[in-house]
C-alpha cells in the first residue's frame, strides 16, 4: 500500500514569510509525528498526534510552530515569520498502535530553507 | 533528559565483514528499541525492533539488547557496499509516553 506521502519535497522561502508543510499517512495510521532533521543530528520531536487532538507538543520550539490534523489523517505544520535557523527537513512518520506498536514509518520530508 | 548516545563514526568496513553499531541509553526504565537505516538525502527506513533482552535475528541483520547494561547494538553480517548509510537508534520510553528519542547515527562505509 501507500506509505508516508509528505508535499512539497522542496519549499525556499524569505525570511518572515509564513510556511506550510503537509503529512499525508499511511492509510489507518492513528499516530502521527512531526520531526525536524538537521545535517548530522537524529530527528527531533516537534509533535505528537493521535487522531485529531496533539497528544504531546512539547517539541515545539515556540509559538511560530503549530500543526493541526483536523481529520484525524492529513496533518499540516505551519510556521510563521520563517527565520533561517528553522531550515532543515521536516520529517513525518506515523504508526498503528494496534498490531506491532510504535514502529513508526516516515514519510520522504520535506526540504525547506530559509533565505 | 532522556539521551541516546551513538559513535558518529564514520565506521568504515570491508565488504563481506561484519558491522558492529552500538547505542546506549540514559533511561533505565525504556522498553521499546528500534534500529532505523536512512541514505543520504533520504528518509529514515525501520529495519529493526527490539523489546527483551537478548538477540534478535532478521536476515543479515541482528539486534542485540542488554537492559541492564542500557545498550542496544546492531550486527550487519556479509556488509555489502549497499549498506553504506547512517544507521539511527530510537529508544521509546515506559508507560504513557509514544515519543521515541532517536540518537545522532553512525554513519556505515563498506568498502569494496
Known amino acids: 500500500g501507500a506509505g508516508v506521502s509528505q508535499t512539497p519535497s522542496n519549499k525556499v522561502t524569505e525570511k518572515g514569510k509564513y510556511v506550510e508543510l503537509r503529512c499525508d499517512p499511511i492509510?489507518?495510521?492513528?499516530?502521527l509525528y512531526w520531526y525536524r532533521q538537521s545535517l548530522g543530528q537524529g530527528p527531533e520531536f516537534l509533535i505528537y498526534?493521535?487522531?485529531?487532538?496533539?497528544?504531546?507538543d512539547s517539541g515545539l520550539p515556540n509559538d511560530r510552530f503549530f500543526a493541526v490534523r483536523p481529520e484525524g489523517s492529513v496533518s499540516t505544520l505551519k510556521i510563521q515569520r520563517t527565520e533561517r535557523g528553522d531550515s532543515a527537513v521536516y520529517l513525518c512518520?506515523?504508526?498503528?498502535?494496534?498490531?506491532?506498536?510504535?514502529?513508526?514509518?516516515f514519510g520522504p520530508g520535506t526540504r525547506l530553507t530559509v533565505t | 533528559q532522556k539521551e541516546v548516545e551513538q559513535n558518529s563514526g564514520p565506521l568504515s568496513v570491508p565488504e563481506g565483514a561484519i558491522a558492529s553499531l552500538n547505542c546506549t541509553y540514559s533511561?533505565?526504565?525504556?522498553?521499546?528499541f528500534f534500529w532505523y537505516r536512512q541514505y543520504s538525502g533520504k528518509s529514515p527506513e525501520l529495519i529493526m525492533s527490539?523489546?527483551?533482552?537478548g538477540d534478535k535475528e532478521d536476515g543479515r541483520f541482528t539486534a542485540q539488547l542488554n537492559k541492564a547494561s542500557q545498550y542496544v547494538s546492531l550486527l550487519i553480517r556479509d556488509s555489502q557496499p549497499s549498506d553504506s548509510a547512517t544507521y539511527l537508534c530510537?529508544?521509546?520510553?515506559?508507560?504513557?509516553?509514544?515519543?521515541?528519542?532517536f540518537g545522532r547515527g553512525t554513519s556505515l562505509i563498506v568498502h569494496p
Open positions: 512518520a506515523s504508526t498503528s498502535r494496534d498490531r506491532v506498536p510504535y514502529e513508526q514509518y
Open positions: 530510537a529508544v521509546k520510553g515506559a508507560g504513557g509516553s509514544y515519543i521515541p528519542t
Open positions: 533511561d533505565r526504565v525504556s522498553q521499546s
Open positions: 498526534f493521535q487522531g485529531t487532538g496533539a497528544a504531546d
Open positions: 492509510s489507518g495510521h492513528t499516530a
Open positions: 527490539i523489546y527483551s533482552n
